[in-house]
């Protein structure tokens, strides 16, 4: 007998709208705490089920059906080799929408994420992001929504918040605190021009 849990959607992947859906309320492939310091070979790791009741079901090619990926809490520097890491394990890499890179030693935001033009979370708190422009590649993510930074050196930065609006105004909510019709009106150049970067 067929788990229907487990079944797969069998119309072509780009233009069946239900294997999107599926996607979008999969759970995430959550690989946080394994004290991972690179992501070369993210493929051969197990993902945790715990903290999500299971991992995600897997497609026709045999890769997870979801749109979210949990890093956090490890010891990664760089995201170097994660494109190539989601195109291994995720049936549709252009729907990811979620990463969560929260607690690692990353100092930088990279360029990886700008692979992901369906991004609409991305958590970075608890990291050493010590230059708040930065947040400027983020930029071209024009579905980007819910960002975190705080616990990094730039979130002690005066006028932080506008700071972060005035680079990235497309996002709704940062630091799980939504934004205001207030603090849209003072993200400006003039309230922005201050020293942008915490030694």
């Known amino acids: 007998m067929n788990d ?4 797969v959607p069998r119309m072509q992947h780009t233009t069946d709208l239900k294997f999107v859906q599926d996607i979008k309320i999969g759970k ?6 394994k004290s991972l310091r690179t992501l070369d070979k993210l493929i051969n790791e197990t993902p945790l089920s ?4 299971g991992v995600p079901v897997r497609g026709i090619n045999k890769k ?13 520097t760089s995201l170097k080799g994660l494109s ?4 291994e394990l995720l049936e549709l890499p252009a729907y990811l929408t979620w990463i969560d890179i929260s607690y690692n030693e990353f100092k930088n935001i990279g360029q990886e994420f700008l692979h992901f033009q369906n991004l609409r979370i991305l958590y970075m708190h608890g990291n050493h992001i010590n230059d ?3 947040v400027i590649k983020l930029k ?11 616990g990094n050196p730039i979130s002690r930065l005066v006028n932080y918040r506008s700071l972060v609006l005035f680079y990235l105004p497309q996002i709704k909510s940062l ?3 939504f934004i205001t019709r207030q603090e849209r009106s003072v993200a400006s150049p003039i309230t922005c021009s201050t020293v942008n970067k915490i030694n």
């Open 4 to 7: 229907s849990s487990q079944s």
């Open 28 to 33: 995430p492939l959550d690989y946080s705490s």
């Open 50 to 53: 715990a903290r999500v009741h």
């Open 64 to 76: 997870f059906i979801c749109g979210a990926i949990w890093l956090n809490n490890n010891y990664l």
């Open 84 to 87: 190539k890491s989601v195109e």
């Open 132 to 134: 708040i422009s930065d």
């Open 140 to 150: 071209s993510l024009l579905k980007l929504r819910t960002l975190t930074l705080h």
């Open 175 to 177: 630091d799980f605190s």
